[in-house]
């Protein structure tokens, strides 16, 4: 992880905008709802707080459900009753199967779900009941699980992207990131080849022109270099348009590339070949919502599974609930702002 989270100031920063609200919650019954699915939110987090994992992912997915309500009614994309959100939109099944095989659908796209009106305002992909996604699939995208697997197959997990090469020019035909995570089979392996088959699950990619490489010479291998044991970082280059370069234009530029997680900005891999990404705050309300149905309504099984003396998987869903409480609000807020602020 790359990142200082602080909940408390994101839940200051909610509180705050619910006396000045932002976007289209101005007024009206968009107020209100703001206002009041807030509190909700943050009632139900904090209620979170003080339980165990037998209750918590219920109170965790249902103040991110509430506080997806006060998204929709700040979002000045959503005209009429379209901020209005009416059930789920989103499914959860297979509960028989092995935990990282749970599968996930949708509804269709262009239904009132708050799954599906919420992932069309955040240019997030729906499923619909045809395609089935696996919880893993989506376990893996998120930030907070990098060290937290599943299971022992091939991952595809976000990819941190360094602007750090762009702060440091102020103009340049190329758009340089230090890009970060890549996982540890594809350093390993060291070819071309092995990188251009692992960056096919990340639309953000497409398109690089260049690498920084071990040595002179087209055929010269990527030059990865370690900073923990587990994944590589490596210099990679995009062309720019023509006649331009600014260190605003490639930002821009990184910005249409990649999405932002706390601040910072990550290519995220597409699951179960989908055309793009899942925005994280849907992929994070994906795992809650599968996680909240086993516990409600399969609660023999959900002991089992977050039992730490017999299930692998007791300690991941441990620290993936810990992280939600803790990276959520400061999704919830930034995002708050990011759809009260689009003209």
């Given at each position: ?67 997806g309500r006060a998204i929709a009614a700040a979002a000045v994309d959503l005209k009429g009753e379209d901020w209005n959100l009416t059930s ?64 022992g197959r091939e991952r595809f997990t976000p990819l941190y992207a360094s602007t750090d090469p762009i702060a440091n020019t102020d103009f ?172």
């Amino acid at each position: 992880m790359y990142m200082q989270i602080d909940p408390l100031e994101a839940w200051e920063r909610l509180r705050a905008s619910r006396s000045s609200r932002p976007g289209r919650a101005s007024g009206g019954a968009r107020a209100k709802t703001y206002a009041t699915a807030l509190e909700q939110a943050q009632q139900m987090f904090k209620a979170a707080e003080v339980v165990g994992p037998q209750t918590r992912p219920l109170l965790v997915f249902y103040g991110l459900s509430q506080a997806g309500r006060a998204i929709a009614a700040a979002a000045v994309d959503l005209k009429g009753e379209d901020w209005n959100l009416t059930s789920h939109g989103i499914h959860a099944s297979g509960y028989h199967l092995d935990f990282a095989d749970i599968e996930i659908r949708t509804d269709p796209a262009g239904t009132a779900g708050s799954f599906v009106r919420l992932s069309k305002l955040l240019r997030s992909p729906v499923w619909g009941n045809d395609t089935v996604v696996r919880l893993e699939e989506v376990w893996d995208t998120l930030p907070a699980n990098l060290q937290y697997p599943l299971t022992g197959r091939e991952r595809f997990t976000p990819l941190y992207a360094s602007t750090d090469p762009i702060a440091n020019t102020d103009f340049h035909p190329l758009l340089t990131l230090h890009v970060g995570d890549i996982l540890d089979r594809v350093v390993d392996n060291g070819s071309r080849t092995a990188l251009d088959e692992f960056l096919q699950s990340y639309p953000g990619t497409a398109g690089y022109e260049e690498y920084a490489r071990r040595r002179t010479g087209t055929d010269a291998e990527p030059d990865y270099v370690r900073h923990h044991p587990d994944a590589g970082w490596l210099y990679m280059h995009w062309k720019m348009p023509a006649e331009t370069g600014t260190k605003e234009e490639r930002l821009e530029r990184l910005s249409a590339m990649t999405r932002s997680y706390a601040g910072h900005r990550y290519f995220f891999p597409a699951v179960a070949g989908l055309p793009c990404e899942l925005h994280p705050l849907m992929a994070w309300w994906a795992v809650l919502y599968a996680l909240s149905m086993l516990a409600r309504y399969q609660p023999a099984q959900w002991a089992n599974h977050i039992n730490v003396d017999g299930s692998r998987h007791a300690v991941p869903i441990e620290k993936i609930l810990e992280r939600a409480m803790e990276h959520l609000p400061v999704l919830i807020a930034d995002t708050i702002e990011e759809v009260a602020a689009w003209p």
